[in-house]
């Protein structure tokens, strides 16, 4: 049974930071690609940062770039979001995404609101 399963969102001010987790099972994770996508309300799910199966590649949208980092641990079988300098503009429910050629899994989100 395959599981993503995020966790580290919450109420953070801004300015602040918070480390998103997604702990994957039931596939080979060294074999996809991970990404961490948004959805603020009445918005589209966007694409937030993208790692290679690898770890070697990394990219990130506009928005978040300098700011955010993506990271992943094979051998834990998880990816991590560190987010700083948070804006209130980053609240959204965060959602990590495994791909691959054949299959795309998603967790079930975990909420961030930045807010003083």
């Known amino acids: 049974q395959v599981q993503l399963v995020e966790s580290g969102g919450g109420l953070v001010q801004p300015g602040g930071s918070l480390r998103l987790s997604c702990a994957a099972s039931g596939f080979t994770f060294s074999g996809y690609a991970m990404h961490w996508y948004r959805q603020a309300p009445g918005k589209e799910r966007d694409m937030v940062a993208f790692m290679s199966s690898s770890g070697g590649t990394a990219d990130y949208a506009d928005a978040v770039k300098g700011r955010f980092t993506i990271s992943r641990d094979n051998a834990k079988t998880t990816v991590y979001l560190q987010m700083n300098s948070l804006k209130p503009e980053d609240t959204a429910v965060y959602y990590c995404?495994?791909?691959?050629?054949?299959?795309?899994?998603w967790g079930q989100g975990t909420l961030v609101t930045v807010s003083s």
């Open positions: 995404s495994a791909q691959s050629s054949r299959s795309t899994y």
